[in-house]
């Protein structure tokens, strides 16, 4: 029973970091209709500004990770974003008016730039990533542990994921992103100038990836330039299993990804972590191509 | 000066040439329509004024500013809003938010709600339903929405595109009164396209007939309403 408990939450931790970079595929998607397949590389260099960072920031204020954390989580979202806005200016804005395969196929130079451009700037061996988040034990009973840093991953998650919601739903520019998301040419006739909103976009997908990232390697501190791949993946499968497009089913997505994983390492073999999300995949495509919340409308990708 | 100045304008949609230099121009305070049977290029023409699509040659000159093949968004803050054909309401907003949308550039909240309680005072239907997302409106509704979403930039002009394409007869009557009254009322001067040339030459000023690609005609709403070959080909009389 508490094994089964120690699993859920486990999964629960891992589901929320995946779903916070499904957030980010399926905004891009929501507003341009491709697949950003860079998305999980910006993940990695947020990584990398966090390990870069992390010393510097933890001396400056003595030591302490109270503020020492969220200065690092900020910076590390700042950077992303400037990165995030940074591809799509140069390598997708010129292309908007190509066919998307044009543009799919430039999101996977990007992807490979970065994983290299990775390697040759930070290393391709892996580092260890600094302690940002202190893992105590919260919980300690005979076979349930909890750590603070799933509590930490999975309240930071939920944190994000409210303030995006809150953006996207209660702001202007939410909804001006949810207009250019319907139709663009309606939207410029508001007066709203497209381009801003993509960067917008951008913006929120990027430091979400950022967040993740640092996340994702307080639980796994091993990083590396090629560190983005899988749980970019996974995360993509995750945006597509709740529904491309679809802000609360890439969080719900996120969640099954994530439990399923951690319930299939746990109790079937470990071999099979990183093969269970595609097996996911087909079985969408296969049974319901538009996911769990998408709509039923055919549409060419 | 004329509000808005249409001179020499060419649009082309890859071979085809829509729009083979058209010369118009608005006067402050009325309200002009263009009329044309299907493809003449009327949808071109608002469409080339706002920015949706670029001109190959001519001018668009809008309170003596030349706003020729300005991006979409700026046209707006200038002062022209454009209603356009199909409606475009936004399907996944309400239609709180889709009004909203139409005061995108201005900033002032107060006046952003009283302009919003007077589209809901010229479309009462649009206020019962403010909640509703875009897509669950009628037609009709739709129509409403999408005169009152241009309405939302106080744009010192607006350019509609068939407002009474696909609405009943009564509705029909009901959307050109209120276009005369936001034309007195509000002081917004009209462009309106239309292919109910009757109704719009009613209401007009002055008028346009576009027949493919050119201009055809212009006069007084009365004189052309009273053209032998107009009242053939566009008013159904034998
Ligand atoms: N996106 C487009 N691509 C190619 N040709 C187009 C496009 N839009 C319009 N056209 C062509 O340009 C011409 C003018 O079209 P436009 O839509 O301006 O006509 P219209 O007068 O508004 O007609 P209607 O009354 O049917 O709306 C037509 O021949 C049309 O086929
Ligand atoms: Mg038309």
Known sequence: MSELLQQIINGISLGSIYALIALGYTMIYGILRFINFAHGDVFMVGAFIGFYLAPRIKALFGGSLLIATPVVFLIAMIGCSLLGVTIEKLAYRPLRPQPKLTVLITAIGVSLFLEFGGQLVFGPDPKLFPTLIPSSTVINTQNLVVGSNSIAVIVTALVLMLLLRFVVYNTKIGTAMRAVSYNHRAASLMGINIDTVISFTFVLGSSLAAAAAILYASVYPSINPLMGIFPGLKAFVAAVLGGIGNLAGAALGGLIIGLTETFVVGYISPTFRDAIAFSILILILLFKPSGIMGKDEPEKV | ?238
């Open chain 2, 1 to 238: 000066m004329s509000l808005l100045e249409i001179r020499n304008l060419q649009v082309k949609y890859g071979a085809i040439t829509a729009l083979k230099g058209v010369s118009i121009s608005v006067e402050p305070g009325q309200i002009v329509t263009m009329i044309g049977a299907n493809g003449a290029g009327k949808s071109t023409l608002l469409r080339a004024v706002s920015g949706l699509i670029k001109a190959c040659a001519g001018n668009v000159v809008f309170e003596g500013v030349d706003i020729t093949n300005l991006p979409a968004h700026r046209v707006v803050a200038l002062g022209i809003s454009h209603a356009p054909e199909g409606r475009m309401i936004f399907a996944n907003l309400s239609v709180r938010e889709n009004l909203e949308m139409g005061a995108y550039p201005r900033a002032n909240k107060g006046e952003i709600g009283h302009d919003l309680e007077r589209v809901f005072s010229l479309f009462p239907r649009l206020k019962e339903r403010f909640k509703q997302s875009g897509g669950t409106l009628s037609g009709g509704e739709q129509q409403m929405l999408a005169i009152g979403r241009a309405m939302m930039a106080r744009p010192r002009m607006l350019l509609l595109d068939e407002p009474s394409l696909g609405i009943g007869p009564i509705l029909v009557k009901a959307i050109f009164e209120t276009i005369v009254e936001i034309n007195r009322e509000l002081g917004m001067t009209i462009l309106l396209v239309e292919q109910n040339a009757h109704q719009a030459l009613k209401i007009a000023q002055y008028g346009y007939v576009l027949e493919t690609g050119h201009i055809a005609l212009e006069g007084s709403a009365g004189d052309i309403a009273r053209n032998e070959q107009i009242r053939k080909a566009y008013l159904g009389e034998a």
